[in-house]
């Protein structure tokens, strides 16, 4: 039963985060939200490689910050 719980609030949870963004991006621009989630990524890495001396992970943030950067928008 906790089980069932626990999956029903993961699916709720989801749906808040997807209304979230989707209306970002309706009101923003997929390139502004994707900009957004570039910063995030490089800000991340930044702070895992300084405070938490976390090299692995941050080298794994600065390759999706990467990725991001190259998604063309036309």
């Known amino acids: 039963m906790k089980d069932n719980r626990i999956i029903q609030e993961a699916i ?5 985060i997807y209304d979230f963004i989707n209306a970002l991006v309706l ?5 502004m939200v994707l900009s957004i989630l ?6 991340q890495a930044t702070s895992l490689k300084i405070h938490k001396k ?3 992970t941050a080298e794994l943030w600065d390759k999706i910050g ?3 950067t190259n998604i063309k928008i036309d």
């Open 54 to 56: 976390d090299i692995r």
């Open 27 to 31: 009101e923003h621009g997929i390139g």
């Open 66 to 68: 990467k990725q991001i």
């Open 12 to 16: 709720r949870t989801r749906g808040i």
């Open 38 to 43: 570039e910063d995030i990524c490089f800000i």
